[in-house]
């Protein structure tokens, strides 16, 4: 099984700006607004020509929110 993190950045009507795989992109994306929201959702990518949904979206936001608060203040 290929599992694949998918990223999407969401602005406060829920409509999404950004999507991607990469981390770094996504969190990046994620401190552009203050009203941005970030979700994972997880795919099967065997088949690239029909990757399936193994895990709807999550929103991590407080998550990722939190890890930067918490690296800024301990440096």
Do not use: H
């Given at each position: 099984?290929?599992?694949?993190?998918?990223?999407?950045?969401?602005?406060?009507?829920?409509?999404?700006?950004?999507?991607?795989?990469?981390?770094?992109?996504?969190?990046?994306?994620?401190?552009?607004?203050?009203?941005?929201?970030?979700?994972?959702?997880?795919w099967n990518e065997d088949d690239?020509?029909?990757?399936?949904?193994?895990?709807?979206?999550?929103?991590?936001?407080?998550?990722?929110?939190?890890?930067?608060?918490?690296?800024?203040?301990?440096?």
């Open positions: 099984m290929t599992l694949v993190n998918f990223y999407e950045v969401c602005d406060k009507q829920g409509n999404a700006v950004w999507g991607g795989v990469s981390t770094l992109q996504a969190v990046e994306w994620l401190a552009r607004e203050a009203d941005y929201r970030l979700y994972v959702s997880v690239p020509e029909e990757p399936y949904l193994i895990t709807d979206k999550i929103n991590i936001t407080d998550v990722v929110l939190a890890t930067r608060l918490n690296e800024r203040d301990n440096k």
